[in-house]
């Protein structure tokens, strides 16, 4: 089944600009979207379609896709941003259609 | 709004049985694609299952088929997940969710529910 591979954690300072990437074979032929997971919460939707940006969420949050990695940028990083970042594909090759990545712990430091 | 509540989470003892609900409410239940998504303590997120807005199909992920059942009340605008046979790496929270119109992303997500298997 398709893998997406993200770092682990990435740190950063308020401020400044977080970048978050997701990794997966041809993930460029794949629309890639991404979630924002707080301690003790339900995931929230941050960016669809690889750059979308639903309702609510701020600028400071966006997406892009090209040459086997998507990439979520956060600018002007604030100490709210903190949490659990987790690209996901939906991969119409096997049985399991949804896929998420191994997710992304952001620091704000 | 959208509002999706779980229920039904717990301990339970190894291969016995737990049933989970999600009420949804919000919008037009039956014309949207549900899924369960589970979240083991200190992991990451794993789609567990699906099921179409009319209830004709369903799909699982490996680990849980032949175990796992998800069905849908659309009367009820009520998602369920009959869990059988129950191993203690099935621990997780549990969540409802809803995709959007195209069925490619998760728009929509409820509180969870956590399911402890332990004796």
């Known amino acids: 089944s398709y893998v997406l591979t993200q770092p682990p954690s990435v740190s950063v300072a308020p401020g400044k600009t977080a970048r978050i990437t997701c990794g997966g074979n041809?993930?460029?032929?794949?629309?890639v979207h991404w979630y924002q997971q707080k301690p003790g919460q339900a995931p929230v939707l941050v960016i669809y379609?690889?750059?979308g940006r639903p309702s609510g969420i701020p600028e400071r949050f966006s997406g892009s896709n090209s040459e086997n990695t998507a990439t979520l940028t956060i600018n002007r990083v604030e100490a709210g941003d903190e949490a659990d970042y987790y690209c996901q594909v939906w991969d119409s090759s096997g049985d399991h259609p949804y896929v998420f990545g191994t997710g992304t712990k952001v620091t704000v430091l | 709004q959208v509002q999706l509540v779980e229920s039904g989470g717990g301990v339970v003892q190894p291969g016995r049985s737990l049933r989970l609900s999600c009420a949804a409410s919000?919008?037009?239940?039956?014309?949207?694609?549900m899924h369960w998504v589970r979240q083991a303590p200190g992991k990451g997120l794993e789609w567990v299952a699906t099921v179409w807005p009319d209830g004709s199909k369903e799909y699982y992920v490996d680990s849980v088929k032949g175990r796992f059942t998800i069905s849908r009340d659309n009367y009820m605008n009520t998602l369920y997940l009959q869990m059988n046979s129950l191993r203690a790496d099935d621990t997780a929270v549990y969540y409802c969710?809803?995709?959007?119109?195209?069925?490619?992303?998760?728009?929509?997500w409820g509180q969870g529910t956590l399911v402890t298997v332990s004796s």
């Open positions: 969710a809803r995709t959007d119109s195209s069925s490619y992303f998760f728009e929509y």
């Open positions: 919000g919008f037009t239940f039956s014309t949207y694609g």
């Open positions: 041809n993930i460029e032929s794949k629309s």
């Open positions: 379609y690889d750059s």
